[in-house]
């Protein structure tokens, strides 16, 4: 009994020493934030004096309270539509049963083997001949239907009783009331965990918002992060980077702090569902 | 009572209801196939296309292909992209699993660990890039000051054409064992007890029960796991680009030695306007991503097999 209490001690001493290499980072980025530029001459761990011009600047003299606004709305946009679209499709994939139907399901899935990388080039041609880059819609388009999402929502739809479906209908519901009043409501877990991935990858999206944004205020918090930090031929202006990575970081560490569990879960359903 | 009554309707009704619900479906599904088409098939096509494209004028050619098998810098991308994969995904599992069976042998604190090792995951790529750059920076960095009183000589991390890669990886496995962790959690999760209850009885040792139980068990997320990192490492761009990009100089340096597949691309179509070049760098990594789902499935299919 003993020797399990040892070796609990044990395995606490190491994760705590992994939990130190996983956190410090943070802590160094929000202390850097309170240093001056001078600071940054030689190494100090402690900035000399704390110090918020790096803020001060950061609110009055750059758009990033634009780019933090953007990034809110095009991830809120694009987590609706993926969870409007997705879910319907899915449950018209799960429980509908018309001719062509498993065509359509292997055509969407095999969207899934496409990298966005790969699609990025055709995209910007198609949005510059359509007037679309650097508006939202350019920058949202391509995530506004997700093919994972949809293969999720279908494997959580099959699990709905058709009973259920027919007793609406008997009730003379129409279809699509069936899906908005008596589906969704049985998938709510999947909901909130979709949406959670979705806002979350959205919120981190850089390849395509960097290629087809081109105005100072149209661009995202990593787009604006990243090219201010690399704008200035002067050196890196590292306070001021500090100060951003934190105000984008700092809330999104309180969320998820705050909805732990539901992201923790949603990530596992996914990720072992997938 | 609801059933027969549903019943009859189907018995009087079959071909109006089957009818039906075709029309139903094909309304909800007619605007997604459209945006499918457009938005994912027509464009992969169209990728192809170009890539067989001159890159003035119309007509066919394989000249892009030509070119970039003599290409050095693309072979260097390439290299440079496997070598993100052999080093990053072994690494980020067998962290991830680790940390999931030490979690798993303690009694207190286990969410307060689940959550602080997965926190890098949710964090933003260009803010971490960032942060980690300043780590590195040979003069003002903390990784430099911390080898001082190591007495280990100073690195130059990033700017070292040696070292630069393997710090983009470590960026790399910091930000994802975390994820790695919470999957091998889930599947150790699904182990049934009484496998090493009956193992014990047996007289199996620890090592065994291991090698015996729980890793053939975790196939599923091995697999899993394995395929998604592969697929993840070979698109690595964002990494790169924040870590290695200045104001005057481009991502994927010091001399080209951290470039990725994907920077490629991205150099060739967007800084020197090439897409019909950068479409051809594109089709390699649909190449090779197609390769490893095909590898899955057949890996996956033999599981089923035995």
Same mark, same amino acid.
């Given at each position: 009994?003993k ?51 790096? *803020? ?12 933090y ?21 899915? *449950? ?7 001719p ?17 990388e ?5 995209? *910007? ?7 679309l880059?650097?508006? *939202?819609?350019g ?5 506004l ?35 908005w ?10 909901l ?17 918002p ?8 149209m ?9 201010y ?46 | 009572?609801?059933?027969?009554t ?14 039906k ?9 007619t605007?997604?196939l ?28 394989v ?28 690494i980020q ?9 030490a ?58 054409p ?31 007890k ?42 690595t ?20 030695c ?14 020197d ?5 950068a ?6 990594l ?21």
């Open positions: 009994m020797k399990n209490k040892d070796s609990e001690w044990f395995i606490h001493a190491v994760l705590l020493a992994g939990v130190v290499v996983v956190v410090f980072p943070f802590i160094w980025m929000i202390l850097s934030s309170f240093k001056s530029l001078p600071d940054f001459y030689s190494f100090s761990f402690w900035p000399h004096k704390f110090d918020f011009s790096a *803020y001060k600047f950061i609110f009055k003299e750059t758009n990033f309270l634009q780019w606004l953007n990034s809110i709305i095009i991830g809120a946009i694009v987590t609706l539509s993926c969870l409007v679209f997705n879910s319907l499709i899915g *449950y018209t994939l799960a429980k509908y049963k018309f062509g139907r498993k065509a359509i399901f292997i055509l969407i899935l095999s969207t899934l083997m496409i990298p966005t790969m699609l990025v080039i055709p995209w *910007y041609m198609m949005g510059a001949k359509m007037n880059i650097d508006t *939202y819609l920058i949202m388009f391509p995530g239907i997700e093919a994972f999402g949809i293969f999720l929502m279908r494997q959580f739809m099959l699990g709905i009783p058709d009973d259920l479906l027919d007793a609406a209908r008997i009730d003379g519901m129409n279809e699509f009331k069936i899906w009043r008596v589906a969704l409501p049985q998938v709510k877990p999947a909130s965990a979709l949406g959670i991935i979705t806002f979350l990858g959205n919120w981190n999206a850089y390849l395509w960097v290629i087809v944004i081109s105005t100072e205020n661009r995202t918090l990593p787009v604006g992060i990243s090219l930090a690399t704008g200035d031929a002067g050196g890196i202006q590292w306070n001021m980077i500090m100060g951003m990575s934190t105000l984008a970081v700092i809330p999104m560490i309180i969320i998820f702090l705050i909805f732990q569990k539901q992201i923790v879960e949603g990530i596992t359903l996914t990720g072992v569902k997938g | 009572m609801i059933k027969s549903i019943e009859k309707s189907r018995k009087i009704h079959p071909l109006k209801l089957k009818t619900q075709t029309l139903v479906a094909y309304s909800f599904l605007i997604p459209l945006f499918f088409l457009c938005i994912r098939i027509f464009p992969t096509l169209y990728s192809f296309s170009m890539s067989f494209s001159p890159q003035y004028g119309v007509g066919f050619t000249e892009n292909y030509q070119k970039l098998f003599k290409d050095h810098f693309f072979w260097q991308a390439v290299w440079n992209t496997l070598k993100y994969v052999i080093i990053t995904v072994p599992m067998a962290l991830g699993l680790l940390l999931a069976l979690i798993k042998r303690i009694q207190h604190f286990r969410w307060f660990y689940r959550m602080i090792y997965f926190l890098p995951y949710i964090t933003s790529i260009v803010a971490v890039s960032w942060v980690w750059r300043l780590m590195f920076d040979p003069n003002t960095g903390f990784l430099n000051a911390f080898f001082g009183i190591l007495h280990i000589p100073p690195q130059n991390w990033l700017s070292d040696k070292e630069a890669l393997l710090c983009i990886s470590t960026v790399m496995i910091w930000q994802s064992m975390g994820f790695s962790m919470l999957i091998f959690m889930a599947g150790l999760e699904g182990i049934p009484h496998l090493y209850e009956a193992a014990q009885i047996d007289g199996a040792g620890k090592g065994k029960m291991f090698w015996k139980i729980t890793l053939p068990l975790l196939n599923p997320t091995i697999v899993f796991l394995a395929v998604t990192g592969v697929i993840q490492a070979l698109q761009f964002t990494q790169i680009q924040n870590l290695t990009a200045g104001s005057g100089s481009n991502a994927g340096g010091p001399l080209h951290t470039i990725s597949i994907v920077v490629y691309m991205y150099q060739n179509a967007f800084q306007f090439n897409m019909q070049y479409s051809a760098v594109a089709v390699v649909f190449i090779f991503i197609l390769l490893v789902t095909l590898l899955q499935l057949r890996v996956l299919n033999k599981n089923i097999e035995y």
